[in-house]
């Protein structure tokens, strides 16, 4: 585009030799020909063009390196004399790549030096249509392409994929489509009758979608599905409040300006179901990114790994457009035992500060938190940095399990009323996914010892208490 000659393209790693003074050698001999050139034309000279790939690996921070060498001290060095010392050089320009630009040293992002900082971010749906466009021009071109393949339906359907992982999702729908020609004998054959019919269809793109090519930055269906396995049962008035609140988080976050951060905590007794409606609140979002922040992810590590990890996965949220991230567990995540009482104090102020901190310009994300130790986070200071809380409440009444019994559908109409009539004018206290524990193990006995083991089951796990009430 500038019609210069052919640039240098450097791989960082390159540039670093074992021998003493070698690298820095090879950084000089980068520039050489365009200091000759200065000195000979002067501003005659043309343009010469330098291009640092993986820029990282040679310009890390001064001062970091485990190593007692100083190698990379010393490479840093020699690039910021060439690029910016006493004899500047007006005939070349010099431009790094790199995808971790918080490892590069202050002193090189200065202006003068790599002053123009350029973001490279996912494409939006108009740009994965172009991309996808290019990557299927040949398939076209040659008459491979089916014609119900929608261009348009697949740059929907592919939130956060970056232009590496659309032109993957190409590749692997090539494949699937070239498999279904290759025999199945003890050598590899293929049927070139059906292959000279070959088309690459729509199935085959959505086959690929759904197995093969995941973002790396975007939603992983499996990362929540797992947690509302069974669906949301609507035992009653206060799930179906929840629910109703759902629909104005998610439209707030999505159109609000003033509020481009909207943290919500789901608190609740254990066993009541919070995770699983959070994680379905996340889904009906229909967000292109959405990530599960929880304790299972994080066993073994230490108290600054599991930070890292706690940050990486706002960081990754920060680039896309709309974000939800489910913190789930939180009192697991800050190590909390009652015993004690001993908590993480530096996971605790890494969540307090990420979950403060408003995303940059023009992103928007929905924080959702689950605990139940409420009190727990009210001592530390910490229900302050959500915006609202909701309350997930247990079955309380008989009438309550047993509607949630003709959801689940496991007992018969009769079994369900001689239930009903054992628990009539009785409170219980139960979790739904404690009454789904429950049920399943009573469900193993003999049809006609069911109701009496699941009562009973009710009686051995809470007790009958003077209040005729059943506590689990």
């Known amino acids: ?205 959505l086959g690929s979608l759904n197995n093969d090519i995941k973002p790396m930055f975007g939603t992983n269906t499996e990362d929540y599905s797992s947690y509302i396995m069974n669906g949301i049962i609507k035992w009653g008035d206060p799930v179906t409040h929840v629910l109703g609140r759902r629909e104005l988080l998610v439209q707030q976050t999505k159109n609000s300006d003033r509020t481009p951060l909207v943290a919500v905590l789901v608190e609740g007794p254990p066993h009541s179901g919070k995770t699983a409606l959070a994680a379905k609140i996340a889904e009906d979002s229909q967000f292109p990114f959405i990530k599960m922040c929880s304790p299972d992810k994080m066993i073994g590590h230490s108290e600054i790994s599991k930070c890292q990890a706690i940050k990486k996965i706002f960081e990754d949220a920060y680039k896309s457009q709309l974000s939800c991230v489910v913190v789930d567990d939180i009192e697991r995540l800050l190590d909390y035992v009652p015993i004690g009482p001993r908590f993480s104090n530096l996971v605790l102020q890494a969540l307090l500060v990420l979950l403060k901190k408003a995303p940059p310009k023009g992103r928007k994300l929905l924080i959702i938190g689950t605990t139940s130790r409420k009190d727990v986070l009210q001592e530390m200071e910490m229900l302050d940095a959500f915006s609202t809380t909701i309350h997930i409440p247990n079955i309380s009444t008989g009438e309550q399990l047993v509607d949630a019994l003709e959801l689940l559908g496991s007992f018969s109409d009769k079994e369900r009323a001689s239930i009903a009539q054992q628990l009539k004018g009785k409170r219980v206290w139960i979790g739904i996914k404690k009454l789904l524990v429950l049920i399943e193990m009573s469900l193993q006995m003999e049809p006609d010892y069911r109701v009496t083991k699941f009562v009973t089951l009710l009686r051995d796990e809470g007790a009958l208490n003077e209040g005729d009430q059943i506590r689990i």
């Open 1 to 205: 585009m500038l019609n210069a000659r052919e640039p240098k393209v450097v791989n960082g790693p390159e540039i670093l030799n074992k021998y003493v003074g070698e690298s820095e050698a090879n950084i000089r001999k980068l520039f050489a020909e365009a200091e000759d050139e200065q000195k000979r034309l002067g501003a005659n000279s043309g343009l010469h063009i330098i291009i640092f790939d993986e820029l990282d690996a040679i310009c890390k921070q001064r001062g970091t390196g485990a190593s007692s060498t100083g190698v990379h001290d010393t490479v840093v060095n020699q690039l910021l004399s060439k690029i910016d010392g006493v004899e500047q050089l007006n005939n070349i320009l010099v431009i790094g790549m790199t995808n971790r630009p918080d490892l590069i040293d202050d002193a090189l992002m200065r202006p003068g030096r790599f002053e123009v900082k350029m973001e490279i971010s996912l494409p939006d749906e108009k740009g994965r249509v172009q991309i996808l466009t290019i990557h299927t021009n040949k398939m076209r071109g040659f008459n491979l392409l089916a014609t119900d393949v929608d261009i348009k339906e697949l740059a929907a359907e592919t939130k956060n994929y970056s232009g590496a992982e659309l032109e993957g999702l190409v590749r692997a729908a090539q494949s699937t489509a070239m498999n279904r020609h290759i025999k199945a004998t003890s050598t590899v054959e293929v049927d070139m009758e059906r292959a000279e019919k070959l088309k690459v269809t729509r199935a085959d793109f």
